[in-house]
Every structure is written in structure tokens, then in C-alpha cells.
């Protein structure tokens, strides 16, 4: 059925996402197929697939088909039958949340704080809230294309301090029900520098590669000077025309590139109904 399909393409917003229908992602896609949906992730940043049944298996499969998977810090939420997939979730087992709750509700890019940071993550949903739960994504592409002349001359030769530890210091602290990061994960994630600016692998295009989720400073600024900057970038990246806000259904498949994008998952559902999704990462290379 694959074999004959097309694979067909609507945007979503200005500057990021895309629709892809046509494909299965749970059958083997022909090479063909495949071309189609690596060049309109290069183009797009953010692919979303409606109405997609896949086992942890095949979500492996397909997420493989990009690059070899890494497996995330916390190793507690792991899939218990496929250690590659990851589990985003509210739901509460005896009291403990199967998967990690609250993840990424702040504006980020996966595992910028590791020295190869994730290239792109896959997020399959199987239970959604009825209203609310979104998640945001925000074209870093775009936003460097619009910053002026002499702040893209200044930010160009600078490198910024990444630390997974900055979530909990500015998020995860306020929350109650997300338990703490052990001194044993803390010693796996030590703080990592990249460029401000990087050169995103596959398109070539810039990309401004900071994020309130996990960059600490700028490198060689006074802590003044780094904060009101980290702030106006932060600012600049979060304006509505650079965002494409995705709504879940069941089934929906969303991929993203988190070399171009940063994502933020929406905190305004109810926690008593259950929003469960399974996740790969697939590895990315060093920044530069
Ligand atoms: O739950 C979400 O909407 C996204 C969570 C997140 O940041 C991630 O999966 O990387
Ligand atoms: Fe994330």
C-alpha cells in the first residue's frame, strides 16, 4: 500500500511545520518515501503524521531510519519492553509517574547541554487530554535571519554554557510532583559549551542555538551582560509569527529537528486525565 502512495506535504505556519500524509510510518517506507520525508524535515523542521498505530518496535524502526537512537538520561523511563523508546507521561503507577512528567514545559532544545546534542526527537502520542497539552515549536532559523547585522557580527565568534541542571534550577524547583535529579544523573550531564551560532549540518543555514531550558551564560560575558542578552534573544525567538503551536489527537506522530527548532510543552491540562506518549532521540553531531 506504501509502495503506491505519495508522500504529500501542507505547512502549517510561516516558518515551521509540515503535514505529511499519504504514508504509513508502520509498514517499511521505500526509499522514495523516505527522500520525500528527509528533505521536507531539512525544509520544514517540524514533521507531523496524523493517525499513526505503532508498536515501540516499529516507532524504533522508523526513528532508525534517520540515524542511530541514544537513550536518555533517565533511565527510569524507559519502555520496559524497548529501552529506545521513552516515556513522556502523566500517568501515576502506585503513586510514581511511569514516564517523565512536566518534561519540557519550557522553551528548549533536546539535550543541548550534551556535547552532541539530540538531532531530531520522534513523539508519538497514545493518550491526549481533551483540551490543552499542546506543544509549541519555534523556528531558530527564522529567528536568527531576523536579528540585525551587527548583533549576528557580535554574536558570532561567542560560545554559551549549556547545564541539564538549569531546568531544575529555574523549573523543575517550583514543581512539586517531578522527583529530584539524583547526584548520580547530575554527575552524567556536566555543563557543555557551544557556539551561539550554528551552522545547521544538512541545509546549511544559521541557526541561533541558545535556550531558556538550558544555557546558562554567555562565555566571556559579565553575568550582567550575558543575562540581559540571553534574555533579549529568549525574548526575540518566542514571537508568535516564529511558532507553530501543535494540537495532539491520538495517533499523531510529530517529529522536529531540534538543530533549527525549540520546543515548549503547553502546562495547562488537567493532570487527572492521562497524556501518555512514547519517544525516541535520534544522535546528533558537535555544534559548530
Ligand atoms: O510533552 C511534550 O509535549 C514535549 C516534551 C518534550 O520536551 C520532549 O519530548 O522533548
Ligand atoms: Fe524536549
Known amino acids: 500500500m506504501n509502495d503506491q502512495s505519495e508522500v504529500r506535504l501542507r505547512r502549517l505556519s510561516g516558518c ?19 527522500d520525500a520525508i528527509h528533505r521536507a524535515f531539512n525544509d520544514h523542521s517540524v514533521l507531523v503524521f496524523r493517525n499513526q498505530q505503532l508498536e515501540p518496535d516499529e516507532l524504533v524502526s522508523f526513528s532508525r531510519r534517520f540515524g542511530p537512537l541514544e537513550q536518555h538520561v533517565l533511565k527510569q523511563f524507559a519502555h520496559p519492553e ?63 535571519d531576523e536579528l540585525s547585522e551587527p548583533m549576528k557580527v557580535f554574536l558570532s ?35 557543555v559549551e557551544h557556539p551561539i551560532v550554528r551552522t545547521h549540518p544538512e541545509t546549511g543555514r544559521k541557526v541561533l542555538f541558545v535556550n531558556p531550558g538550558f544555557t546558562r551564560h554567555i562565555v566571556g560575558l559579565t553575568e550582567a551582560e550575558s543575562r540581559a542578552l540571553l534574555d533579549l534573544l529568549f525574548a526575540h525567538a518566542q514571537q508568535p509569527h516564529f511558532i ?45
Not at 16 to 22: C, F, H, K, L, P
Not at 260 to 267: C, N
Open 16 to 34: 515551521v511545520g509540515a503535514e505529511v500524509s499519504g504514508v504509513s510510518l508502520s509498514g517499511d517506507l521505500t526509499n522514495a518515501q523516505f
Open 82 to 144: 524497548n529501552p529506545d523508546v521513552f516515556l513522556i507521561s502523566n500517568v501515576k503507577e502506585k503513586g510514581k509517574p511511569v514516564g517523565a512528567i512536566r518534561a519540557g514545559q519550557y522553551w528548549h532544545s533536546d539535550c543541548s547541554y550534551m556535547a552532541r546534542p539530540t538531532m531530531a526527537s520522534v513523539l508519538h502520542a497514545l493518550e491526549v487530554p481533551h483540551t490543552g497539552g499542546d506543544t509549541m515549536f519555534t523556528s531558530m532559523a527564522a529567528a536568527y
Open 157 to 191: 565568534g561567542l560560545t554559551a554554557v549549556h547545564d541539564y541542571t538549569n531546568a531544575w534550577d529555574v523549573f523543575f524547583s517550583r514543581v512539586a510532583d517531578r522527583p529530584p535529579l539524583s547526584d548520580e544523573d547530575r554527575a552524567k550531564v556536566p555543563p
Open 244 to 288: 507553530y503551536r501543535h494540537t495532539w489527537a491520538s495517533g499523531d506522530l510529530v517529529m522536529w529537528d531540534n538543530r533549527a527548532t525549540w520546543h515548549l510543552a503547553v502546562a495547562d491540562y488537567n493532570m487527572e486525565e492521562r497524556r501518555h506518549f512514547h519517544r525516541t532521540s535520534i544522535a546528533g553531531d558537535a555544534p559548530y
